[in-house]
């Protein structure tokens, strides 16, 4: 129980670092290669820090523990309205002024309203599982065509072109490139092997661990990303990170765990976990999405969403132990 538990805490030590390299190596890269910023921003970074969780969905699955790698996803994008966006929106109020967010909104309710409908049976087939990944090249394609005809003044544009190295040699990027994603690759593989050993011997499944413990391990980059651009007041940037991060999590994620090994869920997932997500993600819809460009993320919005999430967390933790 010891080694497992250190596995967890090493692998998310390794998760956090690594992934804080590779984003930066990404970004430096994509740049180096005449990549605009906001597509750094929307697809390399969205891509970048759902690594963790895509590289543990492929490792759990290959383990037979693919119900981990779902609980992952659900729970990581759980994490980052109420976690992530929550803690970003108490630092500073967020308001959406980029016309590229304002597109891919309802591109992150589409998204979760296709893997909700096709896990609805209680089943993740090959089928399903290639049809998220399907929706992952539709999408990223359309969001890249979106971010390439953006207005020159959209806001987007200065956040993301202040926060990502512009100067970095290339080599020196391809450096933290690759060592980022080894030490992701490393911290998904003990954080994986440990959760599971954990999930043994304590007679909790793979999904509670997953939606829980791998979700708010694997959600650390980007909370790390949305603090540092709250702090700065980059709303569009705090915003397209979750987005961005949501939409790999739902459609690479999932779609990832499928194609390597199909799955039948557990029924908490339809009855409890997917609403909980689909709720979140309407809501923080609803709220940022209007015609108006007024400030609608305020402090108050931020105390609910955090507190969603920790009464979320709570619940399934005691219902776990009861």
């Known amino acids: 129980m010891l080694i497992s538990t250190a596995e967890v805490l090493g692998g998310l030590v390794l998760l956090f670092w690594g992934a804080d390299r590779l984003v930066i190596g990404a970004a430096a890269t994509a740049r180096n290669l005449g990549v605009s910023a906001v597509l750094v921003g929307l697809v390399v970074i969205g891509f970048a820090t759902s690594a963790p969780e895509m590289l543990i969905s492929a490792l759990a699955s290959l383990e037979e523990a693919p119900a981990l790698a779902v609980g992952n996803a659900i729970g990581s994008n759980i994490a980052n309205f109420g976690l992530v966006l929550g803690s970003a929106i108490i630092i500073c109020p967020l308001a959406v002024h980029s016309q590229t967010l304002r597109r891919e909104f309802p591109a992150v309710v589409a998204v979760t309203i296709l893997a909700t409908v096709l896990l609805l049976n209680y089943e993740l087939s090959r089928l399903d599982a290639w049809l998220l990944l399907g929706a992952l090249c539709i999408i990223t394609a359309w969001i890249i065509a979106v971010g390439s005809r953006s207005s020159v003044f959209d806001p987007i544009r200065p956040d993301y072109a202040d926060e990502f190295p512009a100067d970095m040699q290339p080599r020196t990027a391809a450096f933290w490139l690759t060592a980022g994603l080894v030490t992701v690759l490393i911290g998904a593989e003990l954080m994986v092997n ?33 603090i540092a651009g709250a702090a700065k007041d980059e709303s569009d940037l705090v915003l397209g990170n979750v987005l961005g991060s949501n939409i790999f999590n739902l459609l690479a994620v999932i779609g990832i765990a499928g194609a390597i090994r199909p799955l039948t869920l557990e029924s908490d997932v339809v009855t409890l976990h997917l609403p909980v997500m689909g709720g979140m993600t309407l809501a923080v819809f609803l709220l940022a999405y209007n015609s108006a460009m007024r400030v609608q993320l305020t402090r108050p919005v931020g105390i609910i969403l955090l507190a969603t999430f920790l009464a979320y967390q709570g619940f399934v933790i005691v219902d776990t132990v009861m």
């Open 194 to 226: 440990g959760a599971t050993a954990i999930a043994l011997f304590m007679g909790v499944s793979e999904l509670v661990l997953g939606v829980t413990v791998v979700a708010v391990g694997t959600s650390l980059p980007e909370l790390a990303v949305a």
